[in-house]
């Protein structure tokens, strides 16, 4: 049975730093995409960033960029997020999701860490 795991969220200030883990087993994920969403409350799950697993071509939304940074670590079949000069608009529960390559469906998500990020 496929699992993620998040780890690494917490309470920090702003222009602080986190870093996030998804720690998938059950498989690993050649020809896949992991992503990380986040979902505040109120709002609305949004696309935060992603890492093609074979290659490591990566992407980010624009409110992220220059200030998170996702890896993967093929030993560990680990992606990381790693967010710098944090800020409060960046709080929300962070999930990971993989998919196939070029397909729009999701096989599988985390259970979710949760970032705030104090003024």
């Known amino acids: 049975q496929v699992q993620l795991v998040e780890s690494g969220g917490g309470l920090v200030q702003a222009g602080g730093s986190l870093r996030l883990s998804c720690a998938a087993s059950?498989?690993?994920?050649?020809?896949?995409?992991v992503d990380w969403f986040r979902q505040a409350p109120g709002k609305e799950r949004e696309f935060v960033a992603a890492i093609w697993w074979t290659g490591g071509s990566t992407d980010y939304t624009d409110s992220v960029k220059d200030r998170f940074t996702i890896s993967r670590d093929f030993a560990k079949n680990t992606v990381y997020l790693q967010m710098n000069s944090l800020k409060p608009e960046d709080t929300a529960v962070y999930s990971c999701?993989?998919?196939?390559?070029?397909?729009?469906?999701?096989?599988?998500w985390g259970q979710g860490t949760q970032v705030t990020v104090s003024s």
């Open positions: 059950g498989r690993t994920f050649s020809d896949y995409r």
């Open positions: 999701a993989v998919k196939r390559a070029g397909t729009s469906t999701y096989d599988y």
